[in-house]
């Protein structure tokens, strides 16, 4: 009689034995073996610490299952991501896949929809001995499986998948049937995967956490350079471009990019200083008289004492602080010259002289970007980093192609709590419940 065998993890090996299949001291196990799976998941924890270069979760899976199908002996090891509503936790896409393609994909998400209500307490472990036909509705190619949930604080990220256990040549010689996939997976194999399970797990948490971090660090630096731009109509959506610019600027100069982001953030923020200016001053239609330049010229130090005690923001004050220096070094506040010039500050002065030449302003019309490029050619070694001015005319058409894409969006029209209660209410009333008027 056919029959499907489907086993917690913590009795695979005695039901293994109670099978007639070779019990955990059959395969090859050593003190050995357990150092190195020690190893194993000391690197991967090694690997999962977050830094600038931070793997995602997909590259961190790639980079240790190799080693993972190893210590498991599995022909396959998938990494099936969780749907994107993880409440509902459906069953997402493979995100890693390492070994022989014994299952697709789509063989994988369908095993994990399957199967994903019973590994929510425990993994579970399924053989199936091709000799005995146990095991109909088997998919082509599957003869054993171990399913282990990705969870963290109780949400399921994702689900760790080892294929087909195919133990040593030594063991598979002394099966019973001469099959290897006889050999299954026990007890130490499932704890391994789940031991990985959970640092992935974790990892995805913290990756998470640090997007969500960033983004509120993003988020508020957009909120204080809209005060800025809300004082000076003429330099909307300036600061996001000038970042914009830098940034391509910044890996076309081969930077790598946590540097390229540090100054596209630097970019939004390097003329914050100008909260600090006079409202007369900023709103002059007209050329600035020297006693304005003045007070024009205080914006980089402001922003210094703005930005200054913002740990998240240490890296990038130099780059805000130096943004007017010259390379001839007549510019300020401290007239630094050449490469004593900050690099972010360097690449930030050229995207801010291209954007605010091809920017109509109050006194002039918008200039090309052809113009734009000859006059930063003129003043590349006078004004400008000759090196950065070359890398700016190089990469115009992606500079255009910004412009053209990044239209800075109006901020929603304002809804009153009025108008949106009574669309509830309406909603309610049309559904047979009432409303109460708060
Ligand atoms: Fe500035």
């Not at 210590?71 to 509503?85: C, F, K, P, T, Y």
Request: aromatic share 4%; charged share 25%; proline share 5%.
């Amino acid at each position: 009689m056919n029959r499907r065998v489907l086993l917690p993890a913590e009795d695979a090996d005695a039901r293994r034995m109670s099978s007639g299949l070779p019990t955990r001291a059959a395969c090859d196990v050593s003190d050995e073996g357990e150092r190195t799976e020690l190893d194993f998941l000391r690197e991967t924890a090694e690997h999962s610490s977050l830094s600038d270069e931070s793997l995602d979760l997909a590259q961190l899976a790639e980079l240790v299952f190799p080693q993972l199908r190893r210590h498991v002996r599995a022909e396959q090891i998938v990494l099936v991501s969780a749907g994107r509503d993880k409440s509902a936790c459906l069953v997402g896409r493979p995100l890693a896949s390492c070994g022989a393609a014994r299952l697709d994909a789509r063989t994988c998400t369908t095993l994990v929809e399957r199967y994903r209500g019973s590994v929510a307490q425990q993994p579970w472990i399924a053989h199936h001995r091709a000799a005995d036909g146990n095991w109909p509705d088997a998919p082509a190619g599957l003869e054993s499986f171990v399913l282990v949930p990705l969870c963290h604080r109780r949400v399921v990220v994702g689900w760790l998948l080892a294929v087909n256990s195919h133990g040593t040549a030594a063991t598979a010689a002394a099966a019973p049937d001469g099959h290897w996939s006889t050999c299954g997976f026990g007890t130490r194999e499932v704890n391994l995967l789940r031991a990985t399970a959970a640092i992935l797990a974790a990892h995805a948490a913290n990756v998470e956490l640090l997007h969500e971090k960033e983004q509120l660090l993003l988020d508020t630096v957009r909120a204080l350079v809209n005060v800025v731009e809300a004082k000076d109509r003429y330099t909307s959506g300036h600061s996001e471009r000038v970042g914009l610019y830098a940034k391509e600027l910044a890996a076309a100069t081969g930077l790598k990019e946590s540097v390229c982001n540090r100054i596209y953030l630097a970019g939004l923020l390097h003329d914050i200083g100008k909260i600090a200016v006079r409202d007369d001053v900023l709103g002059k239609s007209a050329q600035l008289a020297r006693e304005d330049l003045d007070e024009m010229h205080r914006h980089p130090e402001e922003a210094w004492s703005i930005l200054f005690g913002l740990t998240a923001l240490d890296d990038i004050l130099f780059g805000v602080l130096h943004h007017h220096e010259s390379w001839d070094g007549t510019g300020y506040p401290d007239g630094l010259r050449a490469e004593e010039i900050p690099l972010d500050a360097r690449i930030l002065a050229v995207a801010d002289a291209y954007d605010a030449m091809t920017t109509n302003r109050p006194y002039r019309c918008a200039l090309s970007p052809a113009e734009a490029a000859d006059i930063l050619r003129q003043g590349a070694g006078v004004q400008w980093d000759p090196r950065i001015v070359a890398m700016c005319v190089s990469i115009l058409p992606t500079l255009c192609e910004i412009r053209e894409s990044h239209h800075r969006q109006p901020p929603p029209v304002r809804r009153g709590y009025r108008m949106i209660h009574d669309e509830l209410a309406a909603t309610l009333l049309r559904d047979g419940d009432t409303v109460t008027t708060p």
